[in-house]
C-alpha cells in the first residue's frame, strides 16, 4: 500500500472539503426583489408593502393617509315610473305659478265706458238718486241730441244733451257735450218757465279729473245754489 494514499479509516473521518462557494461572503438579491426593484433611471411605484408604508389595503384610513378609501356604495337606480318628490312649488294648497304671478285684471272704470252706455247706466241713475236726496221726486230726466238755441246763438250741429224737468214743467236744467265726450267741452244752464234757457255757463272747467261723482256733484251744487232744491 502507498505511504501517499490515505487509509480506509483515515478517510471516513476525514470527509473531503467542497470547492470554495464563488458567492460565499457577497450580498446576492433573490430572483423576485430583482423583478419588484425600481428602475435606476426612472422612479416607479411598487406594490410591495414597506417599514414606512404598510399595505393599504389593511391600513387604518384615519390613522393613515395612505390607506385606501373604502369604495362608496352606489345608489340604488330609480325604478321605471317612479315618482320624484313634490318640490316648494307642489305642495297642497299652492297656487300655481303662473295663477299666482298672474295680476288681477282691473275693471275699467265706468268713465271709460262709450258716452251713450254710460249717460244711461250710470250718470242718469246717478242724478235721480242724488237730487231725489236733495227733495226733488218728480224729476224728469233723459237725453238726446238736438241744436242749442237761444238769444243770440244757435248752435251749427246738434249737442247731446241731458235734461232734466221738475216741478210740473217749471224748472229745467240743461248739461251739454257737444262731442259726445265727458271729458270734452261741456256747458250748464238752467231756467224757469220758459221753453228755452237764455245762457251758457262753463261746467267744471277747472277740474283736472272729470268722472261720475263730480259730474253729479256739480248739478247738485249749482241747483242749490239756485235755491231750486228744498234740503241743505
Known amino acids: 500500500m502507498s505511504p501517499d494514499k490515505p ?5 471516513s473521518n476525514n470527509p473531503p472539503t467542497p470547492p470554495a462557494n464563488p458567492t460565499a461572503g457577497e450580498s ?8 419588484q426593484a425600481p428602475s435606476i433611471d426612472e422612479p416607479e411605484a411598487t406594490d410591495m408593502p414597506t417599514a414606512n408604508t404598510p399595505d393599504p389595503a389593511s391600513a387604518n384610513p384615519e390613522e393613515n393617509p395612505n390607506a385606501a378609501a373604502e369604495p ?7 325604478k321605471a315610473g317612479a315618482a320624484k318628490p313634490p318640490g316648494k312649488a307642489a305642495k297642497a294648497g299652492d297656487a ?34 242724488a237730487l231725489a236726496q236733495k ?39 240743461r248739461v251739454y257735450f257737444p262731442t ?9 244752464s238752467c231756467f224757469e218757465r220758459v221753453s228755452q234757457p237764455s245762457t251758457l255757463e262753463p261746467f267744471l272747467i277747472d277740474e283736472r279729473k272729470i268722472d261720475l261723482d263730480g ?17 241743505n
Open 7 to 11: 487509509k480506509p479509516e483515515e478517510a
Open 28 to 35: 446576492v438579491t433573490p430572483a423576485a426583489s430583482k423583478e
Open 72 to 78: 362608496k356604495a352606489k345608489k340604488p337606480a330609480a
Open 96 to 129: 300655481e305659478p303662473e295663477a299666482a304671478g298672474a295680476k288681477k285684471a282691473k275693471a275699467p272704470a265706468v268713465e271709460d265706458k262709450p258716452f251713450a252706455e254710460f249717460i244711461e247706466q250710470d250718470y242718469i241713475p246717478a242724478l235721480k238718486t
Open 135 to 173: 227733495g226733488i221726486e218728480d224729476l224728469q230726466i233723459a237725453w238726446s241730441k238736438q241744436k242749442v238755441t237761444m238769444p243770440g246763438f244757435t248752435s251749427e250741429e246738434s249737442w247731446a244733451q241731458v235734461k232734466g224737468d221738475w216741478l210740473g214743467g217749471e224748472r229745467h236744467f
Open 180 to 188: 259726445e265726450d265727458i271729458k270734452g267741452p261741456r256747458a250748464f
Open 215 to 231: 259730474l253729479v256733484f256739480y248739478v247738485v251744487q249749482r241747483l242749490t245754489a239756485q235755491k231750486w232744491v228744498t234740503r
